[in-house]
């Protein structure tokens, strides 16, 4: 959204309520995943430890941290909180009001941020020194992934052995 919002300025309002519509499609189906498995089934879906942290905060503040949930950077996981809302048979109607309202206003704020730096975001994300840095990033983290895999088949060869 911010790479459209910043190339197509002119029409860059029109993006937020695209993207709000389909964040509220697959928060659709994530609720309705949590209301059908219900509260038993969510412990095998989200770690016990994050569902009784989340389980008190929805009880607490109910909209609130639903609110502060649905603005919040994507290292939230976001996911286990709706499931969680759906689990707990949060009242439908408040939950999308609410999560909507919220979407709308996060990605309102990024469309016009990304209308008015968008040109100086697109020149970094063109760069070269970029393309150089994310090819590192990957090569590190696939070299850590294959150590890691590597080391997990070793440990368990020599269990069972």
Do not use: N
């Amino acid at each position: 959204m911010i790479v459209l919002a910043s190339k197509y300025g002119g029409i860059f309002w029109i993006f937020p309520p695209l993207v709000t519509a389909g964040s509220l499609v697959g928060a659709a189906l994530t609720y309705w995943v949590g209301h059908s498995a219900g509260g038993a089934g969510l412990t095998r879906l989200v770690s016990p430890s994050h569902l009784e942290r989340m389980k008190k905060r929805l009880e607490k503040s109910g909209a609130g941290a639903l609110a502060a949930a649905a603005v919040m950077p994507p290292p939230f996981p976001l996911t286990p909180f709706v499931l969680t809302c759906g689990a707990l048979d949060f009242d439908r109607w408040r939950f999308f009001l609410v999560f909507g309202v919220m979407r709308l206003i996060r990605f309102g704020t990024e469309a016009v941020l990304a209308r008015h730096y968008g040109d100086r975001v697109l020149q970094v994300l063109q760069s070269d020194q970029l393309h150089r840095a994310v090819l590192v990033l990957v090569l590190v983290v696939c070299a850590g992934t294959i150590a890691s895999a590597l080391l997990l088949w070793r440990r368990m060869r020599l269990q069972a052995a």
